[in-house]
């Protein structure tokens, strides 16, 4: 609302100054950032909360409910595809044909309507029961294990310190003990004449939880480099649109919408995913989702790199024909093709992936990890742009940067592209090591075996709280 009311009041504009286009201070200013922060807020908001609240409606006790969760990922992506296309074309034509504001004012408009909606299901959503914050509980695993970093472990692991099923939450989902970071393990340590209680002792559940978020970490970071390929293709791609043939027949194709390429591919190729692929992947591997949620984030990395390899070749065909003999726009469909792809495979995959692995009170914690990747991505790309062009203008007979020059065709925009995808392939190497290293959460209950651990665990719980 407060974009659209400065868009639209000439007064609030801000005025041309000092040689400049234009220049925001004062009134006009905190107007703006506030508005933009409070985008920032709600679209943050939105994006952590509302996966978790659709894979909330999915019972993990049902078999039939737990193959439908994977399903759900696919749809959300969809959807919030299809908003997207409407965005970059329906709304960019308004905003370019009838008045700017009329583009922000759409944008409120549906926000409206989508709180509304949201809101008329509220009284049939299940709503998992609120508990200790995620981060307080991080907190008290290592400020405990700090506390107990010179005490032995015992060698009876059932010695650690576990609720008993007399006291656990039932909503709570007890964790077996793992044999990574065993120094978190001190933190389930009983001293004598302790009582547990919180900050003095934490549960192996409670201990198994971080580890969960710390084996997390690399997989997170394994995915930064892809989100870097796609802001700087989001960006170089339009720049090249501008000197490209934008014309279908007599039909001129906007070049504010060329993002909307991958998204018309992603459009398609999730439900051919979903109907075709997927069923077909499941009879080979017996994967409820065909393949495992690190295998689709793995193809996805593969798939990015191949992106940006044809990013560079295009950009080369770009430059030999010139503005005189321009290509078509949709030389850019082969990249953003494959890139719409990849994303389609990570996006979910790392969804699912963080949904189904996070600990039952952290969930929304951990699918927030996605958007944290996609936002250090995008500033690691404005990094390498500096970085890059401070490097090689050096080195370079020119003296001038990769990206530098005045016009596009000055730059080395091809050689960027695949310096991307020569660090994607060194990436890929490193996710492939991070990958196998990770171990998948095991719930109290899914073997015989397992059964057996849990109850020495509730033996070993029970016989503490008969002592204390």
Known sequence: MLVTIQAYDKDLHPK??????????????IMFYTSICLLALGAGGVKGALPTLGGDQFDPKDQKERKLLGRYFNWYLLSTILGSMVGVTAIVWVSMNKAWYWGFFIGTITALIGF???????????????GNSPIVRVAQVIAVAARNRKLS?????????????????????????TNQF??????????????PEPWKVCTVTQVEEIKILIRMLPIIASTIIMNTCLAQLQTFSVHQGYSMDPYIGSWEFPTASIPV??????????????????????KITGHPSGISQLQRVGVGLVLSIVSMSIAGIVEVKRRNKGIMNPISLFWLSFQYGIFGLADMFTVVGLL??????????????????????????YFLSSIFVDLINSVTKRITPSKQ??????????????????????LGAINFANYLFWASWYKYKKDVGETGIEQKELSGLREASFKEDDEF
């Not at 065993?182 to 009582?195: E, Q, S």
């Not at 051919?272 to 692929?277: D, K, L, T």
């Open 116 to 130: 509304i909606v949201l809101a008329l299901g509220k009284p049939f959503y299940r709503f998992q029961p609120l």
């Open 182 to 195: 065993r120094f978190l393990d001190k933190a389930a340590i009983v001293p004598n004449g302790t009582a």
């Open 261 to 282: 390429i991958p998204l018309v591919f992603m459009s398609i190729l999730i439900p051919i995913y979903e109907f075709f692929v997927v069923p077909f992947a499941r």
């Open 352 to 377: 699912e992936f963080f949904y189904k692995e996070a600990p039952s009170g952290m969930k929304s914690l951990s699918t927030c990890f996605t958007w944290l990747s996609m936002s250090f991505g």
């Open 153 to 177: 472990l015992p060698q009876n692991l059932n010695e650690l310190y576990e609720n008993s099923d007399k006291i656990v939450d039932p909503f709570e989902e007890k964790l077996l003990h």
């Open 401 to 422: 940067g990769w990206l530098q020059g005045r016009t596009l065709d000055q730059y080395n925009l091809h050689l960027f592209y695949w310096f991307l995808a020569i």
């Open 16 to 29: 041309p100054c000092g040689g400049k286009p234009s220049c925001i201070k004062g009134d006009k200013a």
